[in-house]
């Protein structure tokens, strides 16, 4: 149980820091690659040098050989049995530098090769890492979206004051309304009463306030 705990903690570590970590790996990777390099660079530094090796002894064989044949030719025994014998010598050591030779030649290229493979490799991990910071940054506010809709008592209260700013009537056509009114209603009095009681008293449905400041002016 302890461990199932602590595994669910890892990955909860894992995911939370999953971008740091991706970026610290391929560091790591990057490091390593550097050291292949070098490592490789070694390898065809060594693998010329032995190669150079290798066609000097050639060619000092080939002078001996030359040499022989000429001492041979001139009857010089003592002369013909030394290069014959400094050949020998020269020819097991060109045997031994050649296995080198092949063998630094494997060992670079797969180096080579191991070196390409890795390159290409971190090449896909730093732009898979473009479109991981952009998921990551995506997924950040995406969570603090859910996290604001979480607290939904401010958005009910905004949706409630709007609904009673779309429900209130329009105070001008109220205005509207209540001039319409007030001049039916005079209409309808003036017709049905006298000059006199017109002038005498106020309509009913115009304010009363207004009738005593007009009578009082």
């Known amino acids: 149980m302890l461990d199932g705990a602590s595994a669910r903690a ?10 740091d970590l991706l970026a610290q790996r391929i560091r790591d990777a990057e490091a390593s690659l550097a050291a292949a390099k070098q490592t490789l660079a070694s390898l065809i530094v060594r693998q010329r040098a032995e190669q ?5 002894l050639d060619r000092r064989i080939a002078d001996l050989e030359t040499r022989t044949l000429s001492a041979l030719s001139a009857n010089n025994q003592a002369l013909a049995e030394g290069g014959a014998s400094a050949t020998a ?11 080198t030779v092949k063998s630094l030649g494997e060992k670079t290229l797969r180096m080579r090769l191991s070196v390409e493979q890795a ?15 952009a998921i990551d940054a995506e997924r ?8 604001s809709i979480g607290r939904t008592a401010s958005i009910n209260e905004a949706e409630e004051l709007l609904a009673r700013i779309k429900d209130s009537s329009d105070p001008f056509d109220e205005a509207g309304i209540s001039t319409r ?3 039916s209603c005079a209409t309808r009095r003036s017709a049905s009463a006298s000059p006199r009681q ?18 009082l002016n």
Do not use: Y
């Open 181 to 183: 009114s007030m001049a």
């Open 140 to 147: 950040k506010a995406q969570s603090r979206l859910n996290r």
């Open 89 to 99: 010598e020269l020819e097991n050591e060109r045997e031994v530098r050649r296995a």
């Open 198 to 215: 017109a002038m005498d008293r106020p309509p009913r449905c115009a304010p009363r306030t207004s009738w005593r400041a007009s009578n």
């Open 52 to 56: 150079t090796s290798l066609d000097q």
């Open 119 to 133: 390159h290409r490799r971190i090449i896909g991990l730093n732009q898979g890492m473009i479109s991981a910071r």
């Open 10 to 19: 890892e990955d909860n570590l894992k995911d939370r820091f999953a971008i």
